[in-house]
């Protein structure tokens, strides 16, 4: 297998009858949401997808993404680059009725009018996934030190009154 363009589109049927395996990569400009979600994409996103059929009959996705991204820090705001890794395993459906009778260990994913899934999406949902909730460097390499970060109580002059105070006293004068 060498490196090439994935396709946009694949009939996971097809590919699995055939035991298709790709390994490729899509563009930095083809991750159009995935740039919406971070600072910068920095490399392709790398992927290999494997298409089977289970002992049980199913139609098996298996792959794994990667691509190199650049996020803000939310200790210091300074960029830092990250790595996403994701792996999966998909069984195409074509109804809700279907998605639940699949065993635990594989995804429900939507096939198209076509028959056809969309593999750019796929990868691309996995990247997003695989985004940290809050993007933060390594304590040693951020510009933030653990004696400037604030944790538990508040100093008493960041105390504010109760907005509400004045409704309590209304409250009591009745």
Same mark, same amino acid.
């Given at each position: 297998?060498?490196?090439?363009? %994935?396709?946009?589109?694949?009939?996971?049927?097809? /590919?699995?009858?055939?035991?298709?395996? =790709?390994? &490729?990569?899509?563009?930095?400009?083809?991750?159009?949401?995935? !740039?919406?979600?971070?600072?910068?994409? %920095?490399?392709?996103?790398?992927?290999?997808?494997? @298409?089977?059929?289970?002992?049980?009959?199913? *139609?098996? $996705?298996?792959?794994?993404?990667? *691509?190199?991204?650049?996020?803000?820090?939310?200790?210091? &705001?300074?960029?830092?680059?990250?790595?996403?890794?994701?792996?999966?395993?998909?069984?195409?459906?074509?109804?809700?009725?279907? /998605?639940?009778?699949?065993?635990?260990? =594989?995804?429900?994913?939507?096939?198209?009018? @076509? &028959?056809?899934?969309?593999?750019?999406?796929?990868?691309?949902?996995? %990247? $997003?996934?695989?985004?940290?909730?809050?993007?933060?460097?390594?304590?040693? !390499?951020?510009?933030?030190?653990?004696?400037?970060?604030?944790?538990?109580?508040?100093?008493?002059?960041?105390? #504010?009154?109760?907005?509400?105070?004045?409704?309590?006293?209304?409250? #009591?004068?009745?």
């Amino acid at each position: 297998m060498q490196k090439v363009k %994935l396709p946009l589109t694949v009939d996971p049927i097809k /590919a699995a009858q055939r035991r298709l395996e =790709y390994a &490729g990569y899509y563009a930095p400009n083809q991750l159009e949401r995935l !740039h919406t979600s971070v600072s910068r994409v %920095l490399s392709d996103a790398q992927a290999t997808l494997s @298409f089977e059929v289970d002992p049980q009959r199913l *139609v098996v $996705i298996k792959g794994d993404a990667r *691509v190199e991204v650049e996020l803000i820090c939310q200790r210091c &705001g300074k960029p830092f680059i990250m790595t996403l890794e994701s792996q999966f395993t998909y069984s195409p459906v074509s109804n809700q009725d279907q /998605a639940d009778k699949l065993p635990e260990y =594989y995804e429900p994913l939507e096939i198209n009018e @076509f &028959g056809e899934i969309d593999l750019l999406e796929v990868v691309e949902d996995e %990247l $997003i996934l695989a985004l940290p909730l809050v993007p933060k460097h390594n304590i040693e !390499h951020c510009e933030v030190s653990v004696a400037e970060q604030v944790f538990g109580e508040l100093p008493a002059d960041a105390e #504010k009154p109760n907005p509400f105070a004045v409704l309590a006293n209304l409250k #009591k004068q009745k």
